[in-house]
């Protein structure tokens, strides 16, 4: 019989609602029948593509008998992080606090007033690596509350308090400057592994952030060794088996320094940033390379993770079944030489050698992750090709990965964004209609009457949850690069109302640091308040960036203002810890070069002319430079305001801090002027 979870949009929770855990979804009701009862919560947070969340799910909430065992004495929650944030915001940091390290499944033990007092990640069924058995976990716990309730009454109260002393060390007001930026740069040259590419050693994440920071210092300062490390990064991933090499798209992270052995989920934030990374990548530098992997990752997320309604499906598995109805991670996109020879036959050879396929094999059994190593010799493009879709082919008959078709308004906006710029710079008009496509959906279904955001859909059908500062800062970003791509000034319209529920709902007045959750939000133990970057932008960095975009459109003073003084925080942490503040570090960049305001103005947008000068100024590496299109004196856009036409030619006007350029008609001296 289906638990509680049976009425939840998340596929997560869909995912436990079969369990015999009488599970409830976070709320009033779960605490209140913890005070009824008294019982301890047993908090339970994953997401819907995570690996060990599925195994112990299958281990321990399938199993009867430690269901039977966890009804008896807990109140269980379980809770989709990727649904609510900021929930296993406050209590990850308890957990990381405590025990030096992080992950899913989260495990974590509280009172009835939601105060934690013991914590975990994965737990096994049976002991082992110096584990404890869940059950362990389970029967300790439960012996602590009833016969040590003081005492852990005691330690509950002095975690909550400990986490509430971790203010911020906000810095001052003051964005960072050259010297800050340089400093950050240092910084990355230290962890930068030049053998292979990227940060640091295993596991090894896509440091898109990172690299949009290097493009853009490159692009203001003439930094060859920032580009080489974008460039060198960027290759070295889209050659490893973290990219897929048949289908497009990027892997979460790789397992080893290599970027040989992904682990397989396939997340829709982690593909947006990269397509985004790859374009400017292109802009920068005219790499092939980079305009493949851009416009394939652009292909991947229209083609596998596009819903019905539009938006765009959070991720897709690691796992799915290997044939044999097992589920293993990795069984859809591994290889073995056998598999390749009943496929191509004498092709298979070539296929071995082109995608890196060996006898031993690089995963596990004998299979191969697929790669393009570098090597001595010339392929033949048109075999290759066809190799490629036969392969293609055979793995679509494979039993898919199952995907999390939950929209979730940040990473939908990363993905506008994305498509946008993407569509724009490849001439290809089916991206930026998929791009507006995700932005209406989000207008039609994610906001109310107040322009408060839900955090996701789902089926079309919006969620209860309210969105956080990152989804208001990264649909902000998507609606701004659309309002740059499309000259439509509703999408700046729309980023406005955002940008002010930023000011209004997020930003410490007194020192201008941002929460991740709004003031009126459910009051959790803590207010979650984080700057870093993580998998994705922190809200806070997002939203300076997205700020400082739209006080350059709109000539805003109060955005402007409120962008510089969240930049406070990059000063502080950029030199320190670059790695994970890259966006921030990327928005100082665009604020140290204005950014750059470029109006273009034409008859039509279908004007060549017009459309030429555009496509310019949207090519520009200027840092963060904004563009606005349409006709002399339009009111669609605040920057064409009292910009005529030059000789009734259509002309562009870049202007950056206060001082303009005489207008031009030529797209050269365009280019020029937006070099950086």
């Known amino acids: 019989m289906p638990n509680r979870l049976a009425h939840e949009t998340s596929p997560y929770l869909l995912q436990h609602a079969d369990n015999p855990v009488d599970w409830w979804p976070w709320s009033d009701q779960a605490f209140e029948e913890a005070r009824r009862s008294g019982k301890p919560v047993l908090l339970s947070v994953g997401y819907s593509s995570c690996h060990w969340c599925h195994v112990m799910a299958h281990e321990s909430f399938e199993d009867e008998t430690t269901a039977a065992y966890l009804n008896e004495h807990f109140v269980n929650v379980k809770v989709d992080r990727e649904e609510r944030p900021d929930v296993d915001a406050v209590y990850m940091e308890a957990v990381q606090a405590a025990t030096g390290q992080g992950g899913w499944p989260m495990t974590v033990f509280l009172t009835p007033d939601a105060e934690p007092f013991y914590f975990g990640t994965y737990f096994p069924p049976a002991p082992r690596h110096g584990m404890p058995s869940f059950r362990q976990v389970l029967e300790g716990v439960q012996q602590a509350w009833t016969g040590r ?19 911020i060390s906000y810095g001052d007001s003051r964005a960072p400057g050259e010297e800050e930026l340089a400093g950050a740069l240092l910084g990355l040259t230290r962890e930068y592994d030049p053998a292979r590419g990227g940060f640091g050693g295993a596991p090894k994440f896509p440091p898109s952030m990172v690299v949009e920071f290097l493009l853009r210092h490159h692009a203001r300062t ?20 973290i990219y897929d090499q048949l289908g497009g798209g990027f892997s979460r992270y790789s397992v080893d320094r290599e970027w040989t052995v992904p682990h397989f989920e396939k997340m829709l934030y982690d593909n947006a940033l990269l397509c985004r990374v790859y374009a400017h990548l292109w802009r920068s530098t005219g790499s092939d390379l980079a305009r493949r992997v851009a416009l394939e990752t652009a292909d991947f997320m229209v083609g596998e993770l596009r819903t019905a309604e539009g938006g765009f499906a959070s991720a897709l598995d690691a796992d799915s079944d290997d044939g044999t109805g097992k589920h293993v991670e990795g069984a859809y996109y591994v290889w073995t030489p056998q598999q390749l020879r009943e496929i191509l036959g004498e ?17 596990e059994e004998g299979a191969s992750v697929l790669q393009l190593p570098q090597q001595d010799g010339v392929f033949d493009a048109e075999k290759v090709a066809g190799v490629r879709a036969r392969l293609l082919a055979a793995r679509a008959e494979r039993p898919a990965p199952g995907r999390d078709d939950k929209v979730v308004a940040a990473w939908n906006g990363l993905a506008i964004a994305a498509l946008a710029e993407t569509g724009a710079y490849f001439d290809r008009p089916d991206l930026v209609e998929a791009a507006v496509c995700a932005a209406d959906l989000l207008v039609r279904l994610h906001l109310d009457e107040h ?9 079309g059908q919006a969620g209860a949850n309210a969105g956080v500062l990152e989804d208001y800062a990264d649909v902000a970003e998507g609606f701004l690069a659309l309002a740059s791509v499309t000259g439509e000034g509703v999408w700046l319209e729309f980023a406005g109302f955002l940008l002010d529920h930023v000011l209004t709902r997020f930003v410490d007045e007194e020192s201008g640091a941002l929460f991740d959750t709004a003031v009126d939000a459910e009051r959790l133990i803590r207010r979650p308040q984080d700057p870093t970057d993580n998998a994705a932008p922190s809200g806070w960095s997002a939203a300076a960036n997205a700020l400082l975009s739209y006080a350059a459109q709109t000539g805003s003073e109060p955005h402007r203002s409120a962008a510089e003084r969240a930049l406070g925080v990059v000063k502080a942490l950029g030199p320190r810890v670059p790695r994970f503040i890259g966006w921030g570090l990327a928005a100082a960049e665009a604020r140290l070069d204005g950014p750059r305001e470029i109006a273009v103005v034409g008859p039509s947008l279908d004007d060549p002319a017009t459309r030429t000068l555009h496509r310019t100024a949207l090519l520009g590496t200027a840092p963060g430079a904004v563009v606005a299109v349409g006709a002399p004196d339009s009111d669609e856009l605040p920057l064409l305001a009292g910009r005529p036409l030059v000789g009734g030619e259509p002309a562009a006007y870049v202007c950056r801090n206060f001082t303009c350029d005489a207008p031009t008609t030529d797209p050269e001296r365009l280019r020029e002027a937006l070099s950086g």
């Open 222 to 241: 003439g930094s060859e060794g920032a580009l080489q490390m974008a460039a060198d990064t960027c290759e070295r991933m889209a050659r490893g088996g």
């Open 347 to 363: 092709d298979a050879e070539l296929a071995a050698r082109y995608f890196g396929v060996t006898e031993e094999g690089t995963f």
């Open 451 to 459: 322009a408060q955001l839900a955090r996701t859909s789902k089926d």
């Open 149 to 167: 309730r003081d005492e852990v009454a005691e330690i509950a109260g002095k975690i909550v308090r400990d986490l509430a002393g971790r203010e």
